[in-house]
């Protein structure tokens, strides 16, 4: 397999990344906790969607640019670089639900404004306690009228606060079926979560008859066919992140002396930093090869999309302790950046499951593949 990037690659991710150096501003977060009142960031999220990143992925038939997973990752990997705080994530997680599961009439009126920029979504899928395997809904739709209501709770909902609409997992008479609710509806309310990863806005939702309307095509794979994207997109912004902060540590390590020399000169400090290096590449490859298995459908895409977010979700990890180890005792003070990337390599690591759960999935799809071969 080839992993070299092409030259419309490499040119859209280093548009992204002179894009996102120049707007994203660290500063403001540096001394914020979270529950004090949110950094404005709608002005970012405007310009990202006047670029059309929230179409890239969305067919042309409905708007969008049509391209490829690849092509995606070269720009949320950027913003995974940069911390970008946006609606990025919540509105491709929105639309993958909408070009799954909805009619398509639904997808006529709706992903042409997404891939305008004219329309930002949420995806409100973990129950109260944080359960995302869709066996645990926290919401119960049911019947009212012409239409639906959705009754109950949502948890951990990305973007909420910056959505026009949210598609919600809710249970249909023991089964999972998805929903789209406006924002602003009657009957929901929605409070931001005492979230340690402050450049991302997660939200508890309430639902109590609130009005919804269904996405017909919705069957028992569809959440795991959602998911699979969002597996991509933790672990292309988590590789992209663990990129960065090896970067910080190497410049930091070149210029920081003791003793008399440069700490990066010595033997423990170059051995951690080739470690995450190495560790690093890896990741880089499994998103590379799970982007491409999921362009192209191949058999083995939810395998790929599981291995990449379980290893890269861990290396983040890594990387950012390792950076902090390396800055020594400024690493830990509020000041510095690292704690921003180091909270958003741990809620990355969460946020749809742990890694060892990601590897029970691809135990099971192994078992599966072994079954069928038998």
Aim: aromatic share 8%; net charge negative; proline share 2%.
């Amino acid at each position: 397999m080839d992993f070299t990037l092409s030259e419309d690659h490499l040119a859209l991710r280093d548009s992204a990344r002179a894009f996102l150096s120049k707007e994203v501003k660290l500063e403001p977060y540096l001394k914020t906790v979270a529950n004090e009142k949110p950094v404005e960031r709608d002005g970012l999220w405007k310009e990202m969607q006047n670029l059309g990143w929230a179409g890239i992925v969305i067919p042309e038939s409905y708007g969008g640019l049509g391209m490829s997973y690849i092509d995606l990752v070269m720009v949320v990997g950027e913003t995974g670089r940069t911390l970008a705080p946006s609606g990025l994530f919540g509105t491709l997680a929105g639309a993958w639900a909408i070009e799954r599961c909805g009619s398509e009439e639904q997808k006529q009126a709706l992903l042409p404004q997404v891939a305008a920029g004219e329309l930002s979504l949420a995806l409100a899928v973990a129950d109260p306690n944080g359960d995302v395997n869709g066996l645990s809904h926290g919401a119960v739709a049911s019947k009212a009228g012409d239409g639906w209501a959705i009754n109950g709770e949502k948890s951990f909902v990305v973007e909420a606060g910056s959505a026009d609409k949210i598609v919600v997992m809710a249970d249909v008479d023991g089964a999972p079926g998805f929903f789209i609710v406006d924002a602003n509806a009657q009957g929901l309310a929605m409070e931001r979560l005492d979230w340690r990863d402050i450049t991302r806005h997660v939200s508890r939702i309430s639902f109590k008859d609130v009005a919804a309307e269904r996405l017909p095509q919705a069957d028992g794979d569809s959440w795991l066919w959602i998911r699979d994207r969002l597996y991509l997109l933790l672990a292309a912004e988590s590789a992209a992140g663990a990129e960065q902060v090896l970067d910080d540590a190497v410049a930091y390590a070149k210029e920081r002396v003791a003793f008399g020399r440069p700490i990066g000169s010595y033997q423990s400090i170059k051995r951690d930093l080739a470690e995450v290096a190495g560790g690093n590449e890896c990741a880089a490859a499994g998103v590379q090869y799970a982007a491409w298995a999921l362009s192209e459908g191949t058999a083995d895409a939810s395998k790929a999309a599981a291995i990449a977010q379980s290893y890269a979700s861990e290396q983040y990890c890594a990387a950012t302790a390792c950076n902090i180890q390396v800055f020594g005792a400024i690493g830990f003070t509020w000041e510095m950046k690292n704690h921003l990337y180091y909270k958003r390599a741990r809620t990355n690591a969460e946020l749809l499951g742990s890694a060892r759960e990601q590897r029970e999935q691809i135990v099971r799809i192994l078992e599966n593949e072994h079954k069928l071969s038998a």
